[in-house]
């Protein structure tokens, strides 16, 4: 599965490697420059769906960067993530052609879904799917339902959760982090023991078609695979 992938540019050497993990453990890939006067060369040799400025960087401010990426690309979104909070930095922002100005501090999970909705408005993410054939099972995460033949499990949340992000990564390793920071809310050992054991309920509801098994990679995640 391709993940959505933002430039950051961010000096603030506290903000910038701590948000950069964050949206890493949200599924999306992330470069992290902390001088503006980079931000142009990095584009000319990588493709980006999204970025995201701070207006005061050193070399090169954020207002001015916007203006050299929208003459360069002007299909690439950008949102400013900044502490200058004065109405005529806002309408400067939004007349560069800014997607959003958001200023600090900032809600983590509202930048998120900023950011979903812009890659969803490019279609650079598409909708939620919440059904999933897996094998001779039909699952239905919304019901969290599990169908094989005419035997119907009716999932707890936790196993409807993981489940749904083990499908939706069929194939491809589901990495521990991001599945325990969004289903558990934290990557602790108790939660990580805690995921092992719905990983082996979910081992047990599937183990009716022999072409299906989760398979532990270890230190790293698990990855559900259905054979052809």
């Known amino acids: 599965m391709n993940k959505p992938r933002i430039l ?21 890939e992330v470069d992290l420059v902390d001088d503006g006067r980079e931000v142009l060369p990095i584009l000319q040799n990588k493709d980006f769906d999204v970025c995201i400025f701070d207006v005061m ?3 090169k401010d954020g207002f001015s960067i916007a203006k050299e990426v929208s003459d360069f690309r002007s299909d690439l979104p950008f949102v400013f993530l900044t502490a200058k909070t004065l109405r005529e930095d806002m309408i400067k922002g939004f007349k560069l052609g800014a997607d959003d100005y958001i200023t600090k501090p900032f809600d983590t999970e509202v930048l998120i879904f900023k950011l979903n909705a812009i890659l969803h408005r490019n279609k650079v993410i598409k909708p939620e799917t919440w059904e999933f054939q ?18 119907c499990i009716k999932l707890t949340p936790k196993e409807n959760a993981l489940l749904k992000i083990l499908c939706e990564n069929m194939n491809e390793l589901t990495q521990n982090q991001i599945a325990l920071m969004s289903i558990w809310g934290n990557d602790s050992y108790f939660n990580k ?26 230190g790293s995640g698990y990855i559900l695979y259905v054979q052809d």
């Open 8 to 28: 950051l540019v961010e000096d603030d050497t506290s903000l910038g490697p701590v948000l950069k993990s964050y949206l890493e453990m949200n599924t999306y």
């Open 134 to 151: 897996v094998g001779k099972y039909n699952f239905y995460a919304r019901e969290r339902k599990l169908l094989f033949n005419e035997e």
């Open 193 to 218: 023991r805690s995921m092992d054991v719905f990983i082996s309920k979910l081992r047990k509801y599937l183990s009716q078609d022999k072409r299906i098994f989760i398979e532990n990679v270890h």
């Open 57 to 59: 960087l050193p070399g």
